[in-house]
């Protein structure tokens, strides 16, 4: 088993967000070289993991995206440290800003399920996958994003969002996007430093000016839309980055396609909890084959 000491050193210098919060900025900015997200209620299924502060009442933390109106999918290390679970703040995407309003409703985590192999298999960023039943539901219209349902080829563009660590060096709330492409395994294998990549149940994306996840993105989406039908799907639940995010980026999701059973089992075990079904022997999660 691993020293704690040396866990948490390898989340902090793998992962994109960190159980630690030294700076109240860390985790204030965004996306490396994004765009501002300008058109309103695009991404109404996106949330802001929050942690009270110091300086401020709550700042961001992690990303998240409802996949049901009361469970939200991130990444795994964004809920290690137990400690904070019962004091975080989920703020749905309302107006493409993190500052949470008088008017916002208080969202809590209710329960949450971690991938059972996180931190037990390598790669870590293997499994770094959660599931999150919220205390209370979203009930705007299209406020969740559909659950991938194939695998998508290489170089296909996907969209990434949140509100982490960008370019400037000064504040802002405000979320931003990015444009990137599925790379081969090969690619992502050969060009990976300072993190591990599991094939299969990870993919990796690049684009062509670097922009990318950086500190405070983690649990966000990879987003693909649909041409044909206009319906956008989740594909990815961004694990680590490429750091440091002023270098070409690659960034590692979790493979949400390889996850579904996992995902599945998540919400039956939350549905038997909620009617008072008794507790069945546990059973070994396998994941769904290729």
């Known amino acids: 088993m691993l020293n704690s000491a040396i866990l948490m050193m390898f989340l902090y210098s793998n992962f994109v967000s960190s159980t630690d919060v030294e700076d109240s900025t860390e985790f204030q900015e965004k996306i490396y070289k ?27 933390y992690c990303g998240g995206v409802l996949v049901e109106r009361n469970v939200m999918l991130t990444a795994a290390h964004c809920l290690t440290n137990t400690s904070l679970i019962s004091k975080l703040r989920i703020l749905p995407n309302y107006r493409n800003r993190r500052v949470i309003q008088k008017s916002d409703p208080i969202i809590k985590v209710k329960n949450y399920v971690i991938h059972p192999d996180f931190l037990k298999q390598r790669p870590y960023s293997m499994h770094d996958i959660a599931v999150v039943l919220l205390d209370k539901p979203d009930t705007r219209p299209k406020a969740t994003l559909q659950l991938a349902f194939r695998r998508l080829p290489v170089n296909t563009k996907v969209k990434l969002i949140g509100f982490g660590i960008e370019i400037r060096d000064y504040l802002s709330d405000a979320l931003l996007e990015a444009t990137v492409t599925i790379k081969d395994d090969k690619k992502c294998l050969d060009e990976k430093t300072g993190f591990e990549y599991a094939p299969i149940y990870n993919f990796c994306t690049q684009n062509n000016v670097g922009a990318g996840g950086c500190y405070g ?50 919400y039956l075990q939350f549905s038997r909890e909620q009617f008072g079904c008794p507790k069945t022997r546990k059973a070994e999660i396998t994941e769904y084959d290729y």
Not at 36 to 49: E, M, T
């Open 34 to 60: 994004g765009k501002d997200v300008l058109r309103k209620g695009v991404y109404p299924y996106f949330c802001s993991i929050q942690i009270p502060n110091d300086r401020y009442p709550y700042i961001h």
């Open 217 to 266: 993105d983690a649990g966000g989406p990879a987003i693909w839309q649909d041409a044909r039908t206009n319906i956008s799907y989740l594909y990815g639940v961004l694990s680590s980055e490429q750091s440091p995010c002023n270098k070409f980026h690659t960034d590692v999701f979790v493979n949400v396609f390889a996850h579904l059973k996992f995902i599945n089992d998540a």
